[in-house]
Nanobody, 119 residues
């Protein structure tokens, strides 16, 4: 079993920055990828940014140029640096991890952390 714990959410004003972090612990042979998803009120959960263990990244268009995802393979952590935040970035941010175990990939989710950006 793998646990994901998120840190760093909060309330900020438009234009400010936040940094989210997520630490994975438990029975981890290796992590294939980690990422951050966002669920805004009344909307479906969407991918914000993801990174593989090899360093390949993927961003939703609205995050490109403002957010940076990074991963520490040795510590099993992932961070999301969010700059120039906008009110539309508001939502619950969930950490996600794809973890290898006995040649199978398993998905794990954190409990979510609230990010609120006021205009």
């Amino acid at each position: 079993q793998v646990q994901l714990v998120e840190y760093g959410g909060g309330l900020v004003q438009a234009g400010e920055t936040l940094r989210l972090s997520c630490a994975a612990s438990g029975t981890i042979f290796s992590i294939n990828a980690m990422g951050w998803y966002r669920q805004a009120p009344g909307k479906q959960r969407e991918l914000v940014a993801a990174i593989t263990s090899g360093g390949s990244t993927n961003y939703v268009d609205s995050a490109k140029g403002r957010f940076t995802i990074s991963m520490d393979n040795a510590k099993n952590t992932v961070s999301l640096q969010m700059n120039s935040l906008k009110p539309e970035d508001t939502g619950i941010y969930y950490c996600h991890a794809e973890v290898w175990y006995l040649s199978r990939l398993f998905d794990y989710w954190g409990q979510g952390t609230q990010v609120t950006v006021s205009s």
